[in-house]
């Protein structure tokens, strides 16, 4: 497939070899930034980790301290004396086993996202074939099971993200939208950094974080002096 003038232009504004700071790569790809629509900004971690090992995947939960733009249908599978609860923390879809029922007859899912009472998990087993390809199976892992359902509810429609590592030992992640100050995603991309640090396998060896790059919605790529942050 052949590069584009556009994208050949856009290019040219960052130089291959060098490594930038986190402020200005995020600049750069603000700059490099030229969708009709309000693209995103993206980080990608290549990690030491090795994917064949179970105790070294990674997977996590955090808050960005601004928005990145997308706001999440959340669906609250919670018995009946909780669902006023769900519904007034703000949950989009509410219901217990009648909700089971519908979504493995119709195999439909209108929601981003699922919350879920520990007592509700066995019954959810039902659909985990239809909810756990999607990555919206809710999980003790990425605290989306628990007896507190107006904490699980407010801090998804907060902005809640979860990530994990690929196949290949990366991680993808958006920070924000382009229209957002360079702090802002600064701000965005220091607190993605110390949730992924958090998250060191304990028995990964070596370099943890081998390579980051920056880049916006068909944007090239920028990338990051790892050593600096």
């Known amino acids: 497939m052949p590069i584009s003038k556009r994208f050949k232009d856009l290019k040219s504004?960052?130089?291959?070899?060098?490594?930038?700071?986190?402020?200005?790569?995020?600049?750069?790809?603000?700059?490099t930034s030229t969708t009709k629509f309000d693209g995103s900004i993206e980080v990608h971690a290549n990690l030491g980790i090795d994917v064949k090992k179970s105790d070294q995947q990674i997977r996590a939960t955090f808050i960005f301290p601004n928005s990145i733009g997308k706001s999440k249908r959340v669906a609250a599978f919670v018995?009946?004396?909780?669902?006023?609860?769900?519904?007034?923390?703000?949950?989009?879809?509410?219901?217990?086993?009648?909700?089971?029922?519908?979504?493995?007859?119709t195999n439909k899912i209108a929601f981003d996202v699922a919350i879920a009472t520990p007592d509700m998990m066995p019954k959810l087993a039902k659909i985990a074939k239809i909810l756990g390809p999607k990555g919206?199976?809710?999980?003790?892992?990425?605290?989306?099971?628990?007896?507190?359902?107006?904490?699980?509810?407010?801090?998804?429609?907060?902005?809640?993200?979860?990530?994990?590592?690929?196949?290949?030992?990366?991680?993808?992640?958006?920070?924000?939208?382009?229209?957002?100050?360079t702090e802002q995603i600064l701000q965005n991309f220091t607190t993605f950094m110390e949730a992924l640090r958090k998250n060191k396998p304990s028995s990964s060896k070596g370099t943890y974080i081998k390579t980051l790059t920056i880049a916006s919605t068909m944007g090239p790529g920028i990338r990051v002096d790892v050593s600096s942050l």
Do not use: C, W
């Open 136 to 181: 919206i199976m809710p999980n003790p892992k990425t605290e989306t099971v628990g007896p507190n359902v107006t904490k699980m509810v407010e801090e998804l429609k907060r902005g809640k993200v979860t990530f994990k590592n690929d196949a290949t030992g990366n991680v993808h992640q958006v920070i924000g939208k382009s229209s957002l100050s």
């Open 13 to 31: 504004k960052v130089e291959v070899k060098k490594l930038y700071s986190a402020a200005d790569a995020i600049a750069l790809a603000k700059e």
């Open 79 to 105: 018995p009946e004396l909780k669902q006023k609860e769900a519904k007034d923390a703000g949950a989009d879809l509410v219901g217990g086993e009648e909700l089971i029922e519908e979504i493995a007859r």
